[in-house]
């Protein structure tokens, strides 16, 4: 899969491209990938480097306002063949689902080396730094926050995706409060079979029983699993399930009673407390679908919206 972005202004040109200064960078050639001249590094880890970037052809008062995602150059074999398909896999889910609150895609190269993807840089910040940084949030912006991922949720299921990766460090929340879900490389299309991998601990914690057996069909049920527990944590301040290993975290996805919501967030309407406790029913099969989620959230947002409750966070 290849894809280029069909402005001419980010067109390869034969001459000289004239010296920028990058943000953070020294005084040294830039480096490049492809059309996009690489600056500051947002963030690395196992499977990918994140810089932002901007278009080769930039001109000098231009902002670096493109972020570029790179396999992690230290793997090799096997990983470095799961990056480029995890990497395959966000590709396909961004592309197709075209959503206000789903990251786009702009470019990508997946047929040769060097692997990427190009999409927006969004000013802003994760959820999980938004709580960390914030001591109170009203009850209506976390609402608003909520319906937004359930929103993506549903347009990606309508198109047959699955994302099986929703946590807080994949939920950008930008500086006006928009939403945007990112992290689609752990997606599959639908009943699609979910190959072995490595639940990161943190992802671990927001992943649907499920999701832990191997060899488990991607299902829309498990992404409703998974917003429930977003939503807990954006009330409670932490998620129900805890421990210090896999094992530990899947039994007690698997074992535990959830406390009601509201009896750790008061403020909570009970609407909503009640249907986290509905999205959270062990058998997917008695999940209420994504699209009745979103129903139920836009209606407590409607019946909340004079509600002046302010959470602690």
């Not at 398909?85 to 990508?108: C, N």
Request: proline share 6%; net charge negative.
């Amino acid at each position: 899969m290849s894809t280029q972005l069909a402005s001419s202004n980010h067109a390869v040109g034969t001459a000289a491209v004239p010296h920028l200064k990058l943000p953070g960078a020294q005084d040294a050639q830039p480096r490049c990938v492809s059309f996009w001249q690489l600056g500051t590094q947002i963030t690395g880890g196992h499977w990918f480097e994140l810089y932002r970037a901007a278009p080769k052809t930039l001109h000098e008062n231009d902002g670096f306002d493109y972020v570029v995602k790179l396999i992690n150059p230290h793997l090799t074999g096997d990983d470095a063949a799961r990056a480029v398909a995890r990497m395959g896999r966000e590709a396909v889910s961004t592309d197709v689902v075209e959503h206000r609150s789903v990251i786009p895609l702009l470019d990508a190269e997946l047929d040769q080396a060097p692997f990427y993807l190009v999409q927006p840089w969004i000013a802003g910040g994760s959820f999980d730094k938004f709580l960390a940084m914030a001591d109170t949030v009203s009850l209506t912006r976390m609402l608003w926050i909520i319906r937004q991922i359930a929103e993506a949720l549903v347009a990606a299921h309508e198109k047959g995706r699955i994302h099986l990766g929703l946590e807080p460090s994949h939920v950008l929340v930008g500086n006006g409060g928009r939403v945007s879900l990112i992290g689609w490389s752990n997606s599959h299309a639908v009943d699609q079979v979910v190959s072995k991998r490595e639940i990161p601990l943190q992802l671990a914690r927001y992943t649907a029983p499920e999701c832990f057996d191997e060899g488990c069909p991607a299902k829309k049920a498990s992404d409703v699993y998974s917003l429930a527990l977003f939503i807990y944590h954006g009330f409670a301040g932490h998620t129900p399930f805890h421990g210090a290993t896999h094992q530990e975290i899947a039994a007690a996805h698997q074992n535990k009673d959830v406390p009601s919501l509201i009896r750790h967030q008061p403020l909570c309407p009970s609407r909503l407390s009640d249907l986290v406790q509905w999205m959270l029913n062990s058998n997917p099969a008695d999940r209420p679908s994504s699209r009745e989620v979103l129903d139920q959230l836009i209606s407590i947002e409607i019946e909340n919206l004079s509600n002046p409750a302010v959470l602690s966070l």
